[in-house]
């Protein structure tokens, strides 16, 4: 059992995040200490109380410690000496932090909603430690100034897997108040579509919201685009289209970065990714179709309504993974293998340069003046973050990132930023030291006016 142990977690590490597993770790020692099981045979619930607020007080501490290791790594950022942080040597995965994370405050929060100290047979789990990281994300933005983009994933983030934003999705609303602040929003989908009518079936809902909307100004609502096809389709809003979305052509926005990608070199890495999926759905006998697209190629099932194992699309992406990575042409061009849930594609390109394009058209525009819209001023909000198979993971290189894993938590966490973002006179408040922790905790302190921290 050890031996098989050993293998099994060896070959699932591509399904773990070393940052979160680290904190889980961290928190399980409190837990263990200070967890009271046998207190459900007892009929006192002081003994349980007192339990929940010393756990709540070592919980806290040990954020705040995190906390201020994160603060010493941006310190060896600045001056490009990142890799020799106590954090990066205690998590070698650790990347680019673009702003504070008050991690204590988080947990603060998270702690009302999810009564994480009260717990005696739970320790903090994966999703506690995920969603105090996501508060953590949205109190730093808001603390360091306005938020200038959101970029969303799709399936699974805005809507159920495989579905459509319909008029009565409650993240449309949120999405326009973002609008309404000036927050530019981009939609920055895997769905690799060549004209506004397929956008327009799976996004109807915002778009025709945005089209009636009374809140927004006619410029507001110039602040939506659609980047299909993870970084190789822009679209614009735009009324007067029968789809509501204009097309631009690749030349007037891509990056001078991407000029690099020629057609030939792309041809090439899609054919290896075509042989490489042919050959998973040979060894695996999965009855698959294969898809070439314009810029990417991909596995269907072959039966509508038939279901993928999910170890054979984790095979299948790692597999592609690993020999476009070896190949040539992988290492000149970037690309994107991802499960997508009942699918496998590989992409031209990443989410990272998804994001990047939009942070150059909301800054720059097509006239090429001014300067993109920084990391530290973007936030993007995705349901797939593990290190290979998601294809939101590389987003955390250009921007801020929130991981969600439905809907309704994006709704949450679209409520959380609107109540951080206030009402115009709170939000913004930049400072630093003692000031930004002042400002921080009131803002702990409002969103705990609608969800009271219990008794203990």
């Known amino acids: 059992m050890t ?28 837990f263990v200490l200070y967890s009271q099981p046998t207190g459900v045979f007892e009929t006192r619930s002081s003994s349980v109380q007192q339990m929940a607020a010393e756990a709540h007080r070592r919980y806290a501490e040990i954020m705040l410690d995190v906390e201020h290791m994160i603060d010493d790594h941006i310190e060896h950022q600045k001056v490009g000496l990142d890799g020799q942080s106590k954090l990066k040597l205690l998590v070698p995965s650790i990347g680019t932090f673009f702003t504070r994370l008050p991690l204590a405050d988080a947990f603060r929060y998270q702690d009302s909603k999810r009564f994480i100290s009260s717990r005696r047979f739970v320790p903090p789990s994966f999703n506690d430690v995920r969603l105090i990281l996501n508060t ?77 909307s009374d809140i927004l100004t006619p410029t507001q609502k110039q602040n939506l685009v659609i980047m299909g096809g993870e970084s190789n389709f822009l679209f614009t809003y735009s009324p007067d289209s029968p789809f509501l979305l204009s097309h631009l052509s690749r030349r007037s926005w891509i990056l001078p970065s991407m000029s690099t990608w020629t057609q030939p070199t792309i041809t090439s890495l899609l054919d290896l990714a075509e042989s490489s999926l042919r050959e998973c ?35 299948t992406v790692l597999v592609v993974q690993k020999k476009l990575e070896m190949s040539e042409v992988g290492k000149k061009l970037p690309f994107c293998a991802f499960n997508g849930g009942n699918d496998v594609f590989v992409d031209i390109g990443d989410k990272s340069w998804g994001v990047l394009v939009c942070q150059n058209y909301f800054g720059t525009g097509l006239t090429g003046k001014g300067e993109s819209i920084r990391g530290e001023r973007t936030l993007h909000v995705g349901d797939q973050f593990l290190s290979a198979g998601s294809n939101d993971f590389k987003a955390r290189v250009v921007g801020t990132t929130a991981w969600i894993a439905n809907p309704g938590e994006t709704v949450e966490l679209l409520d959380e930023l609107t109540c951080l973002m206030g009402t115009g006179e709170t939000g913004g408040v930049k400072g630093e030291g003692d000031g930004l922790e002042k400002d921080l905790l009131a803002r702990v302190d409002k969103l705990f006016e609608k969800h009271p921290m219990p008794s203990v």
């Open 3 to 30: 031996t098989r142990y050993r293998v099994e977690y060896a070959l699932k590490t591509h399904r773990r995040d070393q940052f979160i597993e680290w904190i889980k770790g961290l928190l399980a020692v409190p």
């Open 136 to 212: 953590a994300q949205l109190m730093g933005v808001t603390a360091a100034g306005a938020l200038d983009l959101a970029t969303f994933d799709g399936d699974v983030t805005l809507y159920d897997d495989g579905r459509s934003l319909e008029p009565t999705n409650p993240v449309i609303d949120r999405i326009i108040y973002l609008m309404s602040r000036d927050t530019k929003v981009g939609i920055v989908t895997a769905a690799g579509y060549t004209d506004a009518e397929r956008y327009y079936g799976r996004l109807h809902g915002l778009l025709e919201a945005i089209k009636v």
């Open 281 to 315: 759905v040979s060894n695996l006998s999965l009855h698959a179709t294969i898809l070439r697209k314009e810029r990417a190629v991909g596995i269907i099932p072959s039966v509508p309504g038939s279901k993928f194992p999910r170890e054979s699309l984790e095979e």
